[in-house]
């Protein structure tokens, strides 16, 4: 088994927990006897800095040679007087194009360790478990025409889809739904939007062909309030773009901590793992912050682009156990006398519980 | 004082919820010696069945004569696969945009009494007091062009904002958090899309004129998560059309359910009223609707376009008295031992304690 990495660790906390989850890499690879290659390239607040651009073309090259990229995250608050297109965000946005990656895969899972943490009751969390199928190429992120006409005082956006895009994340959906407990949740605002009436008219079509899957559709709104009321009711939720966005990260308080999340985007040309936490540049540096989600996120390159199943399962086992355990990074620590780790800590015990 | 009031009830539960509230504003009328006139017209499903329209211009009429509109709740399965355009959500959609009003206040409040029915822990809810300022008139719901072109099987709408919209709403977050505990939270998508950074640079720049408010943006995804993990830190939250209608609805768990929710729009010619909720066809003319939304909503009539604040007031504490005695509709009865009440109990029981 060979994999070629590119690991573009971005800005903030994005170079500290990329460290522990190739540490974890390195590991499995020891361990298996894999042939892993790691190689580094800049993108997003850094990648300004240095060359002008937040995703540089020797990035972007790098990336399309590799197997799979691994992201931290991007973002500071430095940038933010700039246009969305000169952001470190729009780097994130160049590398998702570019690598043409639309399904993205944010497992949010009620760790039993962890049940505590939620502001959500234990016996409202307790078992749940929801993928959520994010589109990741399309909708308002990269709609046409789209502006900011500063004299005129007026702006714009632009949410489109086509019937193939929906149909090809659809299709990832319902299959991942196949393996998991066949029931998809397809979320949109067919009520109000026409780009909605065509996201719920394919999805409903492509459902014939997954018979043994249920389907159920939700408006956003109610979709919004049902996560949280019912989360055990879930199992796949596909949605387009920015509604992904919004419900993932509400979703993440069922884990406990966005530290905690993993995210994988399949379908392009080269897989694109990244957590699903931003890059806290106010905790950045301090080893504050969280590399459960980045190493989670590792494990999903083991899952999906190394094909390497049981070595998935054995670093989620690992995380499983360091919870249980009691080791706990300063997001994951609220109110519990559990014992206090920083990010390298918490990766070293990580990679001792391997 | 006299006021004209015009119920256009709609679908679904509407009847039975908008019955409760005009019931509530009858005794306050009579308490106080008031001369309240009430009007009813059709609006959603119903008017398209005898009207072949969401909206007969007869009820666009009654509305514009009218010094407050309250409306009950539109929408029913029938309709879901008709266009966006002749749907009963369009009839609420015209109504909005003919009375102009672009300010719509949602109140979400953490009921003592109601604690428990959060799915989320007590001490997370406890005190939590947020008021959602979602502007009504613009972004996704109303933006062109727009159009599902079937043929080429492809979709879009339009997030547009000019910088006019997004002053007055934002003024009315402002002033509103002055009475308050002076802190806006303003909700966008700065980091991608060009319109939210005309809305955030829009209200940076009016916030100048309120040094007393405390301003702070945040991205509406991590906004998603913070509504859940610490409700307490949110005073006023101002978004626009699509982010306000998400999170109020999530915020709603605050509550305990969506079914306590009210809500006022202010700015145009004719305050319109409406609780949060939906028709809910499933529980229609059964008596088992939560009339108490309806019955906020009718404080805040009393509030906005009666200004009589007392009488608000006294609607507010007869709700929590009721609360308090233990009735629960079937949406607060959520494993609890309280005194099961139907619709038209509810609202006798609000009544008396008036
Ligand atoms: C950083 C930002 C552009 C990104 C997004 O909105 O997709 C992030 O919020 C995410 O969820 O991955
Ligand atoms: C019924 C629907 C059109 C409406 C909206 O999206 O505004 C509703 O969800 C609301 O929040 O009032």
Redesign the interface.
Known sequence: MKLKVLVVAGDGIGPEVTGEAVRVLRTVAELGGYDFEFREALIGGVAIKQHGLPLPSSTLDAALESDAVLLGAV?GNEF?SL??DR?P?AGL?QLRQSLGGYANLRPSFAWPALASNS???AE?VDGADILFVRELLGG??F?EP???DRE?????????????EVIRVARVAFELAGARRKKVTSVD???????S???RATVTELASQYPDITLEHQY???C??HL??TPRNFDVVLTEN??G??????A??ITGS?GMLPSATLGGTVNLYEPVH?SAPDIAGKGLANPLGAILTAAMVLRHSAKLEQDAQAVETAVRKVLEQGYRTADLARGQSKMGVTTQEMGKHVHQAL
């Open positions: 973002g933010n246009p969305p952001r965000e946005l502001p959500l009751k409202v308002l992120y709609g789209r502006s900011w005129a005082g007026s702006a714009w956006n632009t949410m489109r889809y086509t019937r193939d605002k067919a009520n109000v939007l026409e780009v009436q065509l996201w956003v709104d109610a919004a309030m949280m009321n920015l509604f966005d919004i419900l993932s990260d509400e993440a308080v966005l931003g």
